[in-house]
Every structure is written in C-alpha cells, then in structure tokens.
C-alpha cells in the first residue's frame, strides 16, 4: 500500500522526553531482542502519511454513516487530526493553541462514546474537553481546578450521563538531571480522578467525584498515563510505566481498590503503554495493550475473563507507540472491527482484528 511505504522510511522524530517516560532506556530496541520475546507479525493494513511535526499521542474512532473515523491527539500543534478510519488518508485538523473552549494546550489523551461525544485531556492545559461529533463543537471544559498533570483517560455511560476518569501524573518537581521527582507511595492517593458529566436543559456540566490510587508498595502507581475499564468484570487496568519499579498493567476494581493482581509482568520488557479491549457479544474477549520499544511495538493480548496472556503480535514498521484504540464494531473495510495504534510520534497505524485473530490463532468473537 502506499501509505504504508510512505510511512515505513520516515524518520522517527525526536521530542522532549515527557513525565510518564519516567526510566526508560533510550536503546532499548526491539530489533536487538527480539528472539527472546514470542511474537507474530501481522501487517498493517495501513499507515497513515508521516507528520513528523505532529507529535501523534492517542487515537480513538467512531462510526459516522456507518463508516469509521479516527481522531488522533497531536501533542504539538495542539490539535485534533481527523482521518479516514478505512483508508488513512488525513482529512482535517481540529483546534488550535489556547485556553479558550475549543483550543488545546499539549492534548494528549482522548476517547470517544456513543458515536456522539470525543473528550480529550489537555495536559498543559491541566483539562479535559468535551466536544460533539463529528463536527468536534466543543461543549465543555473541566477539572482544571483539580489536574496537575493528566495524561489518560476512560470514559463510561452513567445515568443519563458520563462518567470520565483521568490519570494524573503530578510530580515533585525536577531533581539535578532533570528528571521527574516521583511523590512518595503516600502522596499517590490522586493519581486518578473521578468526575460525572451530566446535561441538564440543553447544558453540560462536570463535578467531581473523588480521587483514588493505592498507596502500598504493591498496588500505588508511580507513573501512570493510559488506563481503560471493564464494566462487565469491575475492572480497571492502569498501566504502570515505572520501569525501575516494574512496567506492567495493575488492576483496580471501577470503585477505585487495587485488586491485588498485577498484568504482564512477565511479558513486557520496555514500557507499558496503551490499553484496549476487544469486547465479544458472549462476554469472552482480548486485551491489547502496546510495550513501547522504540523501534517497534510489541502488542500483548491477554484473555478478558482470566487476565492470561494469550499471545503477542508486531506490525511491519509500528513502532514507539503511545496511545491505542479498539473498535470491535468495525464497517465494510473492518468487518471483524480494527485495532488502531499510534506510530513514532508521526502517524497511526490501523490493523485488521481478522489479521491479528488468524495470526494468533485466537477463536472467532462470541455471540451472545
């Protein structure tokens, strides 16, 4: 495909390392482990055209006339990228750097809900933004009273509502090196806040419902950024990026107690990163959640039900990837839906589920 060789020589572009790379060796490259680490390959089924001054973080889709789009976060130009979620092909920009509602500061995070409502976090903005699809009219702003440093974020339907949880990065400062001062296992009891998005007489609002994170050795986050829940299991996975502690995906239940188990640790070896959930109509299932080597990501499943590993793909040329999202829903071109991941800072990524599923020998999706 086109695209695909036009991304697959782009150069990876070099920015500021950022909090949540807390640790991680610059060297660590897939290319140089990877007979030591079970995989298979599964070719994108596209790549979209390289940015390299986009600074792409997170993407996330919907379907809009029945056919899937995407948005992605572009850290820094403060925008939204919109693409054809079938094809690639880059359509539009949304935002622009500023305060104001509908302008962005540094958005890193972002999910979409209902195939209605995008909310997206704004790291520098110290915010989240709730906009309408798919013409992105922005509707809200919220929690800037509260965030420190926000970096992910789960949205869920409550009530007549939303509820949004946001991962909060807060540190001490800086030490000599310049490295983030990670706050001590007592002050991580805010690394994820809670709010409730209602509309009432045509208006949103938010407020906030809290704060959690555990604060043993065991359960506290020292790092965090991507997280995604599991209503029909009570779980929430957060993705420990600490290296020196252990990269891997903690579990919480939704009410905010770590659950005492931790995911993948025997698995991942550079950094725990995105998080998604193929979601199958009978309640079985896979998680995919991305080890950020920089060269080329390592994609690890792990059964929905039983947390085991199940297996563990790379693309062709994907690499260095931050956020990821799963629509199990698909279209005409994903009929099985399409697993979407950010690409060295400079594009997305898109891979077939039927690609990933014959690759890994993973049983068809459950009907209920």
Not at 13 to 38: N, T, V, W
Not at 211 to 221: L, M, Q, R
Not at 320 to 345: C, I, K, M, N
Request: proline share 3%.
């Amino acid at each position: 495909m086109l695209l695909l060789a036009a991304c697959a020589t782009a150069p990876h572009a070099a920015y500021e390392k950022e909090g949540d790379e807390k640790g991680k060796d610059d060297s660590l490259l897939f290319s140089d482990r990877q007979a030591g680490i079970p995989h298979v390959l599964v070719k994108e089924a596209w790549v979209s055209v390289a940015q390299p001054e986009d600074n792409v973080d997170s993407p996330a889709s919907w379907l809009q006339d029945g056919k899937l789009m995407v948005a992605a976060t572009a850290k820094s130009i403060d925008r939204l990228i919109i693409y054809d979620g079938d094809t690639g092909e880059r359509l539009r920009t949304v935002g622009g750097s500023g305060k104001a509602l509908g302008q962005l500061s540094r958005p890193n995070g972002i999910a979409t809900i209902e195939d209605r409502y995008a909310f997206v976090v704004e790291r520098d903005n110290h915010r989240v933004q709730m906009f309408a699809l798919p013409g992105f009219q922005p509707l809200l702003a919220f929690a800037e009273a509260d965030l420190v440093q926000p970096y992910g974020l789960w949205v869920r339907k409550l009530g007549s509502g939303f509820e949004v949880i946001v991962s909060d990065n807060y540190t001490l400062g800086e030490d000599a090196s310049g490295e983030d001062i990670t706050p001590p296992l007592a002050a991580l009891d805010k690394r994820l806040r809670r709010y409730e998005v209602v509309q009432v007489d045509g208006k949103w609002s938010a407020r906030s419902r809290g704060h959690f994170g555990d604060t043993s050795a065991a359960g506290a986050i020292r790092v965090v950024e991507s997280l995604f829940g599991d209503e029909a299991n009570n779980r929430l996975l957060i993705a420990e990026e600490d290296v020196a502690t252990g990269t891997r995906l903690r579990e919480y239940t939704l009410d905010g107690k770590y659950a005492g188990r931790d995911v993948g640790a025997g698995n991942y070896q550079a950094q725990a990163e995105g998080i998604a959930l193929m979601r199958c109509d009978d309640g079985s299932g896979w998680w995919v959640a991305s080890d950020q080597f920089d060269d080329r990501t390592v994609f690890h499943l792990f059964d929905r039900r039983t947390l085991q590993h199940a297996g563990s793909f790379v693309g062709k040329v994907t690499g260095l990837t931050d956020g990821v999202w799963l629509d199990e829903r698909g279209d005409a071109r994903f009929p099985q839906g399409v697993f979407y991941a950010s690409h060295l800072d400079v594009a997305v990524s898109a891979f077939d589920w039927r690609d990933i599923a014959r690759a890994l020998s993973l049983p068809a999706c459950g009907k209920a």
